[in-house]
């Protein structure tokens, strides 16, 4: 009785933060939910849905889709290494490499995007550099590449951050001990690191999968109005055509995804941690 | 036998609808070194968390001192518990540790200084005062947490497999360490242990608990020399456990061999259980023995040797401090004393009880 | 051989590193440029620097950002310290529940949040602006708070609660003199955390606020059609090389301070 009164007055601290959640996170999502599945008479149908099979709306979440598919690979291409690079150097360095990757982020996301515009332009510094030592221009600016190499800026963090810490938490002599037992370095790394460290892959691939597939920001950027993904779409039936009923249907279409993204995220992270954290 | 200090009046405590205490009765006196042993979950640590406070007892009352103290929180007891794994506050330093108790009393703080050097000489870590938990030893942490709990003078202090995460040297210097304090500080030890080596060395008194119930109570020679039930005798050291028949006072027949006992009053031809411990087993030539059985095992273990015999089927284990080769016919012999007899197991839950261990 | 790899390893390092801050070093170089167009160089100038704070509007978005902050860090800090103590205690079942929504704010698209929120503001018609905006941070800030604070309460030493109750203190007491400071690491890294996220935050910023309330996202972002001012560079710059030497005099000042600038990096 005396345990059970002692927690009960813990469990009040929770309150606000129930309400909270109720409040601003689940409530707002059965808007969404109520928007999308309704017309503008107040019928139910999924008509709004559905919408996402017009050529035009089609077109653009599978640019999306493409897009952010090709941007998470990239990231975790360029992650993968430097992590491996970095879990074998002193912690010290280490620790002063994550603080150099996070900094960028205390500098507004949009205008650091926006300056890869200098950078990528048609006679901007890239091809200005290529020139010099003898290569040919890039045409990169206002092109779905250009918005992958955004995307690919703005989200590597993320990939980085998690793969970092899983690969961390992995035991050295487990390696040692598959170095002992006769693997070598890609056995090893393909048998006993790459598997370990999938927790923090998935993590990673859920932290840069999610904002790239939504992205409306990165592609008005750098995509110069030509590019138009799903986000670009929805942004603008809430902020142009102010026609909720078919925003809210394709954010749930882009929910599916999302989702979808969730279950396995979870699955992968039965800790019930954030895997950036 | 002095005062009672400590009484636990048929408490029963479940959680989620598992007993794990049913109708516990336990007298626990002034000044003396009580040891609740048993497996894990056969309920000692939940006897020792309400004593502390930590837990409410579904049934029955927690007497202390001649008072009901059941519903007291533990912040208004007069006991204080040592925890497993040391629980020191691993922000505070070792001084902060110590005083934390004295400082919710507002104690002076000459009278803290004093209480801190004081505790610290009798555990044996003067100058620790500035040092943080974590850049400590196991064992010195464990000093802190005996050190943290008696400046507070609790009339009784409980401890809970306080050497648990101890080595084996360190375990056996920390036993007579306690031994050493109790008999310094002259206040009631409840201490809550799964090793057995560890009770028959520290105790006064040994419980020895299974599934919530209280299987035997007694002196460590009391439980180590008549234990009352094959549980007791097989938890406690190791040991010759064997079904037998009491054939009549004084005779018993092990696997249709008889010895003489000393045991009276379990009837005629009653099926029995019975103890021989393995240093009791005598080893002799095969014609001496009261049986003979053939050496399948031999290992050194420093003090004696353990060997394994087989008599018609069945392992004996002996202990003795000459070797027999394996494959030798040997003689076995049993002094009468040295043949405990129990009674079996009434219920088959009983039995279930006592053969899972 | 091994010297070879290791150079091998810093040079694909630096490659990462020179990707990450190029357009930062772009926007410094900018905000010296003396020429308004951004591909050319019209010499050096501090020139944006003055104009900067004659800039009513951009002060303003500037201000409006760091108060904002600010608020919604602290906000969520106070609730998400109290949920998480709440759910530390809670059986794993109904835990797990609420940390699966507590997840949602961190696994769903800003956008789709963004949308969500501005529909429930619309819907109980309340006028779109700081308030809203407020509202919104605390919600995407709280997560960050609580998903920092439930780790340290797994690494709790088993029982030391329990301890400060049986040596004589209050369950109130207890609380504040041993978990408490233990989970305190946890309650700043995760406020700053969230600090962070919001001075970061564009689209949800975008869709729940109103006309005339404007964080420097916002005003950025309305800017990029025009082309931006220049002083929002000399801005960035300053922001930039503040936070810069904060986080640097941190991890030079001691071993705290390094493992503070270690939890905000991760």
Redo the contacts between chains.
């Keep these: 009785m005396k345990n059970n009164r002692r927690a009960n007055s813990f469990a009040l601290f929770g309150m606000p933060y129930y309400f909270w959640a109720i409040a601003f996170i689940i409530i707002p999502l059965l808007l969404v939910l109520y928007y999308g599945l309704t017309s503008e008479a107040g019928t139910i149908s999924l008509e709004n849905v559905f919408a996402i099979a017009r050529p035009a709306h089609a077109k653009a979440l599978f640019l999306s889709v493409l897009l952010s598919v090709g941007c998470t690979v990239v990231c975790l291409l360029l992650a993968y290494p430097l992590c491996l690079i970095m879990v074998n150097r002193q912690k010290a360095q280490n620790s002063f490499l994550l603080f150099m990757l996070i900094i960028p982020m205390w500098m507004n996301f949009m205008l650091r995007t926006y300056a890869w515009q200098s950078l990528l332009e048609k006679h901007g510094v890239l091809n200005t550099f290529l020139n010099t030592i003898g290569l040919p221009s890039l045409h990169l600016i206002n092109t779905p590449g250009a918005i992958i190499f955004g995307m690919v800026y703005d989200f590597l963090p993320f990939m980085i951050l998690p793969i970092y810490n899983a690969l961390q938490k992995i035991d050295p002599n487990l390696i040692h001990a598959a170095h002992d037992l006769g693997a070598g370095f890609w056995q090893t790394l393909w048998k006993v690191i790459l598997p370990l460290s999938m927790p923090g892959i998935i993590s990673g691939i859920t932290m840069v999968f999610v904002p790239g597939l939504t992205t409306f920001v990165i592609s008005a950027l750098l995509g110069g109005g030509k590019v138009l993904l799903i986000g670009n779409v929805i942004e603008q039936e809430f902020t142009q055509a102010y026609d909720w009923h078919l925003g809210s249907g394709l954010s749930l279409v882009l929910l599916l995804f999302i989702v979808i993204n969730m279950i396995l995220s979870s699955v992968f992270d039965r800790e019930g941690n954030g895997g950036l954290l | 036998m002095s005062r009672a200090l400590i009484e636990l009046q048929h408490i029963s405590k479940s959680y989620d609808g598992k007993p794990v205490l049913d109708d516990l009765e336990l007298t626990i006196h002034e000044n003396e070194f009580v040891t609740l042993l048993g497996p894990s979950g056969c309920g000692k640590t939940t006897t020792l968390r309400i004593l502390?406070?930590?837990?409410?007892p579904d049934e029955g009352h927690v007497i202390f001192d001649g008072k009901d103290i059941t519903?007291v929180?533990?912040?208004k007891?007069q006991?204080?518990?040592v925890?497993?794994?040391?629980?020191?506050?691993?922000?505070m330093t070792i001084a902060d540790n110590i005083a934390?108790?004295l400082k919710?009393?507002r104690k002076t703080d000459k009278y803290i200084q004093d209480k801190i050097s004081y505790a610290l000489n009798l555990v044996g870590l003067q100058g620790f005062e500035k040092r943080m938990p974590g850049s400590l030893s196991g064992g010195q942490q464990q000093r802190i947490a005996i050190a943290?709990?008696i400046v507070?003078e609790p009339h009784v202090l409980l401890l809970d497999e306080p050497l648990g995460a101890l080595d084996l040297k360190l375990r056996q210097d920390m036993q007579y360490e306690l031994i050493r304090l109790k008999n310094e500080l002259g206040i009631t030890f409840v201490y809550v242990t799964h090793d057995q080596q560890e009770a028959l060395t520290m105790s006064d008194t040994i419980v020895v608990m299974n599934q919530g119930y209280i299987q035997q109570m007694g002196s460590p020679e009391t439980i180590y020399n008549e234990p009352e039930n094959a549980f007791v005798a097989d938890f406690i050291g190791d040991s010759n456990l064997f079904p037998a028949t009491f054939v009549r006072d004084e005779l018993i027949e092990i696997d249709g061999r008889p010895f003489l006992c000393v045991d009276k009053g379990f009837g005629q031809n009653t099926p029995v259980d019975i103890v021989i411990r393995p240093e009791d087993v005598i080893i002799t030539t095969p014609d001496k023995g009261t049986v003979t059985g053939v050496v399948t095992d031999l290992i050194f273990q420093g003090v004696h040797y353990e060997i394994c015999i087989d008599v018609n089927g069945r392992e004996w284990v002996c202990h003795s401090t000459e070797a027999s080769l394996v494959g030798t016919m040997v003689g076995i012999a049993v002094d009468p004393f040295n043949i405990q007899v129990m009674n079996k197991p009434e219920s088959e839950d009983e039995e279930a009880a006592a053969i899972e261990k | 051989m091994k010297k070879t790899k290791r150079n091998l390893g810093n040079l694909y390092i630096a490659l990462i590193f020179i990707f990450m801050y190029a357009p930062i070093v772009m926007l410094i170089i900018q905000s010296f440029n003396a020429s308004k167009s951004r591909g050319r160089w019209g010499g050096f100038t501090t020139f944006w620097y003055q104009e900067l704070f004659q800039n009513e509007s951009i002060m303003e978005a500037f201000t409006n950002t760091i108060i904002l902050a600010i608020l919604s860090a602290a906000i969520a800090v106070v609730i998400g310290t109290a949920a998480a103590i709440a759910l530390a205690r809670m059986k794993k079942r109904p835990r797990q529940t609420w940390l699966g929504i507590t997840n949602i704010p961190m696994l769903n698209a800003d956008i789709v949040t963004g949308v969500a929120l501005m529909l429930l503001f619309t819907t109980v018609n309340v006028q779109l602006g700081f308030g809203t905006v407020l509202l919104s941070h605390v919600t995407f800030n709280i997560p960050y708070v609580i998903l920092n604070i439930m780790p340290r309460f797994r690494e709790l030493p088993p029982h030391i609660y329990e301890a400060a109750q049986d040596l004589g203190a209050g369950p109130i007491e207890a609380f504040f003199k041993v978990i408490f400071p233990e989970i305190l690491p946890g309650v700043i890294s995760g406020g700053l955390m969230a600090f962070t996220m919001s001075i970061d935050d564009f689209i949800i910023t975008y869709f729940t606020t109103g006309s005339g309330y404007n964080t420097l996202s916002t005003k950025i972002y309305a800017e990029v059609k025009l082309g931006i001012k220049p002083e929002i560079y000399a801005l960035s710059s300053i922001i930039f090389v503040t936070v810069l030497i904060l986080l640097i005099l941190l991890s030079r000042s001691g071993s705290k301070g390094r493992k503070m600038v270690k939890e905000v990096a991760l």
């Design positions: 502390g406070g930590f837990e409410t519903n929180p533990p912040n007891r006991l204080n518990m925890f497993q794994n040391y629980a020191l506050f691993p922000h934390f108790g919710i009393k943290r709990a507070n």
